[in-house]
């Protein structure tokens, strides 16, 4: 069952007046397990709504007649996380500092995960029963981490004895009309290659339900590095590419689509540029690392039309190692279009290591340290910081929040970069 955490305003659930804590146990007589089946349970006209208050261990029963497709109002405390028990040579969370907040250890595999955010699953902890659910709720699409389809290789990939059928279960979720969203991380030595062109031939071979197929080259941590599997050489992302591309020109001639895609820390270890917009084709992988850099190219020649005047202004634009040859072109052009001084802060990844250069993953004190080392050069109003390497709760991936870091700048302003546009018109 799950509870309520909130009751949206100007709904049906504000009108029963629930009771926050409250548990939803069954919709018309069918148990609710969690989120996804309220919001596949609530939409009928009739509903026998069946709720428990809080320290009850009764139930009451409203009756309610609503135009179909209406949501009840009900906003659901988080669902418990299906975890994963894979054992997985390069998984990145047996790559955090030993003292990461206790949330960055969580290894999810959860079905439903993949369904509501597009988080990528295995399937390998996925019995009957899990896959007649997806199929009588039509949670499509799914976004599944194949790494390799002959079986002795996925199994070596995935750590753990199963999971080798995997072709097998494809099979049955696009015979019932579930398309699949698939990615392999890619790892020198084990599924490259001619496994990798294995790889893409079959998951071609099951036909269109297959909407894509990312190549994400693996990343490793100081915590991790020292493992069999090691981070690709330029060479290794150049002749990955090249089959990569050799493929995408298969796939353009039967289906008008490139289907397959290197993500972009491919083109960044092979040293070569990153591929123009219409590779991406409708953009569906950016959050899978495929595209983004592109875009984010893209939304500043957008936005650089909207940048506020910032006449004298000193700005400091932080980023990791790998962004920075990609940052430091676009600087003149956002000093001439704002009228401001800017200068790019290169960020070194200490938390996790060298091998880690994402913007996304830099922590707070390492920012802290670069951004101090700058200020005793050249002081700076204003600080332009990466947006994807803070969390909902500006949190850095240290777990040091934003606001320390402010506090240690008392005499600028620091924002994420996108609000140079959103934020600063006001202030």
Known sequence: MVRIAQVQSGTIAEELDLEI????????GAP????????FLEVDESLELELAAPGSAESVVYEIEKPAGEPLGIVTAPDPVRQCANRCAFCFIDGNPPDARESLFLKDDDFRLSFSYGS???????????????????????????????????????????????????????????????????CPGLNDGAHLERTMDDLFALGE???????????????NLGRPIR?????????????????????????GIGWVYAAD??????????PEPRYYDDWPLTENGVGAVRQLLDDFEINLLKAPRLDGQRIAVVTGRRM?????????????????????????????????TTAGLLPGLDIVAALQLEASRHPFDLVLLPAEALNDDERFIDDIPLDAVARAFPRAVLRPAHELVTGLRSS
């Not at 804590?21 to 018309?28: A, D, E, F, L, M």
């Not at 699953?121 to 029963?129: A, S």
């Not at 981070?231 to 089959?243: F, S």
């Open 21 to 28: 804590g409250t548990r939803v146990v069954r919709i018309n």
């Open 32 to 39: 609710v397990r969690d989120t996804i089946d309220l919001r």
């Open 120 to 186: 990528y699953v295995t399937l390998t902890n996925l019995g009957p029963r899990g896959f007649e659910r997806i199929i009588e709720q039509r949670l499509s699409p799914l976004y599944v981490s194949v790494h390799a389809t002959e079986p002795e290789i996925r199994e070596a990939a995935l750590g753990v004895p199963r999971g080798g059928d995997i072709l097998e279960r494809l099979e049955q979720l696009l015979g019932a009309g579930i398309e699949v969203h698939t990615q392999v991380v890619l």
């Open 209 to 223: 339900g297959v909407l894509s197929l990312s190549i994400v080259p693996v990343g490793l941590t100081r915590y």
């Open 231 to 255: 981070l690709l050489t330029k060479e290794d992302a150049v002749h990955t590419i090249q089959q990569i591309e050799a493929m995408r020109a298969r796939v353009l001639e039967e289906r």
């Open 265 to 274: 820390e491919m083109f960044f270890i092979a040293g070569m540029p990153l």
């Open 324 to 356: 920075a040859p990609v940052i430091a072109p676009l600087l003149p052009r956002l000093a001439g279009a704002t009228g401001s001084a800017t200068r790019l802060v290169e960020v070194g990844n200490h938390y996790f290591g060298d091998t880690v």
